[in-house]
T-cell receptor, first 115, second 115 residues
Framework: AQSVTQLDSQVPVFEEAPVELRCNYS??????LFWYVQYPNQGLQLLLK??????LVKGINGFEAEFNKSQTSFHLRKPSVHISDTAEYFC?????????????FGTGTRLTIIP | DADVTQTPRNRITKTGKRIMLECSQT?????MYWYRQDPGLGLRLIYY???????NKGEISDGYSVSRQAQAKFSLSLESAIPNQTALYFC??????????????FGPGTRLTVL
């Protein structure tokens, strides 16, 4: 079975500073990787996903993530954050030879932007 | 109008009561899911359905049941609610464009409190 570890439960960052949210995964087979964002009082929405090809994936709202197979990581980055980025961010993984029912979520990282 | 809607948005009930949470979608997707979110635990899959006649248990199905009334409707029932079922419940849909790589689309959530 696969698993996802989000190392930081809360990350406070000053506005316009860079941010990195860490995600590590474990799986015995190849995986697809996802980052979802949950804004206050809303459901989750997809930020970006890695399926194959280039290890640097660009998503919405200026976010990007890099797949590192040797370190089994998929860290999310943004060079300059805004107040509107305040949200909870979830990393998720699914195995490539199974259906999407095997999507496994991490425990989430709450990003707080300090004005 | 939202693509995935959930009713009710908030519900307070008592131990032992039967509760139904409803989900409707206008995205035309075959796949639907029910998750629960608990602080510090992320999202965990309760049930999923690939079409009207295909319903499967997720990792935490005990104490829950579901009904897929139509392609657009997927209901979650708690036959006899207990306090540890207090959580935020999300419905999601996906269209299997690529096996295992689906993007999931989430509803706004139902906050359930069992006293």
């Amino acid at each position: 079975a696969q698993s996802v570890t989000q190392l930081d439960s809360q990350v406070p960052v000053f506005e316009e500073a860079p941010v990195e949210l860490r995600c590590n995964y474990s799986s015995s087979v190849s995986v697809y990787l996802f980052w979802y964002v949950q804004y206050p009082n809303q459901g989750l929405q997809l930020l970006l996903k890695y399926l194959s090809g280039s290890t640097l994936v660009k998503g919405i709202n200026g976010f990007e993530a890099e797949f590192n197979k040797s370190q089994t990581s998929f860290h999310l980055r943004k060079p300059s954050v805004h107040i509107s980025d305040t949200a909870e961010y979830f990393c998720a993984v699914s195995r490539t030879n199974f259906g999407n029912e095997k999507l496994t979520f991490g425990t989430g990282t709450r990003l707080t932007i300090i004005p | 109008d939202a693509d995935v809607t959930q009713t009710p948005r908030n519900r307070i009930t008592k131990t032992g009561k039967r509760i139904m949470l409803e989900c409707s979608q206008t995205k035309g997707h075959d796949r639907m899911y029910w998750y629960r979110q608990d602080p510090g635990l992320g999202l965990r899959l309760i049930y999923y359905s690939f079409d009207v006649k295909d319903i499967n248990k997720g990792e935490i199905s005990d104490g829950y049941s579901v009904s897929r009334q139509a392609q657009a409707k997927f209901s979650l029932s708690l036959e006899s609610a207990i306090p540890n079922q207090t959580a935020l419940y999300f419905c999601a849909t996906s269209d299997p464009a690529s096996w295992g790589a689906d993007t999931q689309y989430f509803g706004p959530g139902t906050r359930l409190t069992v006293l």
